[in-house]
């Protein structure tokens, strides 16, 4: 069976071997749910980068840019983190350029796996279809907050071990703690999480509504994945069918 | 009311400002359970130490040696890391040099606290205790296993996080995280634990003993604390009284 381990914080990857691997990246509030509902919604493809700078150069390209810095939008770009705003038809077709705080770091420190996906709880059931069609190890990096441990990406990570728990050996100590948060969480995700530090952070920036949304499951059937400096969006067979 | 959060592994310290905090280091299995018990039973103080040759050399010092790596005694040192082997007499107002894989590393990387000490469950209620006495901030070290996230040293922070709730603001993800998984494990934590990492790996060196030991809460009524380049055995107040 493959096995699937959970990495708290960008700053404990250095510790994994990445190599063979799939790596899952989550920033559920809010950059992989952000970018899994763009990609949805008709994006062609998103390029992750690291900072304002380079990502506002991209504009030059006639890409769209994101960025996020401390939960908010920077000033100059075209959109910040919240998922409604890519729900526009402005999106279709067109490439993105994101930076946010965590999320875009995690995915350039996942970079030697075999693939790097993006997760979050708007795809769950597709990620877990995807690596059940894979059957690669798997490694759920979670994106955190300035390197600090966070709940959200946590349950998230709980959840996709509960999804592969037939198919994967998970008895490492992160996802079996990620696995007992979850089933604690299960019933009431906004609930458990109304205490957690970046939810206390959000809600003083007044987008409960962007908080709702992200905690809901299996709205959306891509998963975007990596291939070359690009996350493109891919659909499971099992999925599709 | 003072801050408790809690630091799931030595990588991510960094993250954190150690001035004016008090540091509670925690080696569940077994590196602080072990220099609990051993200042319990009549050492005078334990010199945590980073490696192998450095810690030998104290015996030239007539200084009693500790040595664990991979969670087996070391060759060529009086003790390994059992809490059993530190009830002998002949540890009577002696001085250990010890050094272990992951807690007497994380010892020396608190330094920049305002105090370091040591947890475990078989001292549990005398932390907190003490913690209540001091009033400052709180940082949980977990050690962990090689860097990594472990299950047992977490418990031992939601227990602690338990017992100083209402002195304490510990609304962080990670003390909530570790406070829900006390809370799950509470009725039986080795059952909790068989399935985790660490508790395999001591199965396989055959010292169940040692771990039904390490999981007795308030056995002992010490708290070690680094005086200088020593942990010296503390007893709060309250706990005499």
Known sequence: ??????????????????????????????????????????????????????????????????????GKMALDFDFGNSPFSYMADLVKNRTLAMTTTNGTRAIRLSAEADKVVVGAFLNLSSVAAYLQEQQKDVLIVCAGWKGKFNLEDTLFAGA???????????????????????????????????????????????????????????????????????LVPYIPEVIKN
């Open 1 to 70: 069976m493959p096995l699937l381990d959970v990495c708290f914080s960008p700053e404990l990857i250095h510790l994994y071997d990445l190599k063979g691997r799939i790596v899952v990246v989550v920033d559920i509030l809010r950059a992989t749910s952000s970018m899994v509902t763009g990609l949805a919604h008709g994006l062609e493809k998103i390029v992750p980068v690291s900072n304002l700078d380079e990502c506002k150069s991209y504009s030059q390209q006639g890409y769209l840019t994101a960025a996020e810095r401390d």
């Open 160 to 230: 996709l071990a509960h999804k592969l728990q037939d198919s994967f050996e998970s008895e490492n100590d992160a996802t079996l703690a990620s696995w007992h948060l979850y089933e604690t969480a299960t019933n009431d995700l906004a609930g458990f999480l109304s205490k957690a530090s970046h939810v206390q952070r959000l809600k003083n920036l007044d987008i409960h509504k962007d908080i709702t949304f992200c905690l809901q499951q299996d709205v959306y059937d891509i998963v975007p994945i990596m291939e070359g400096d690009f």
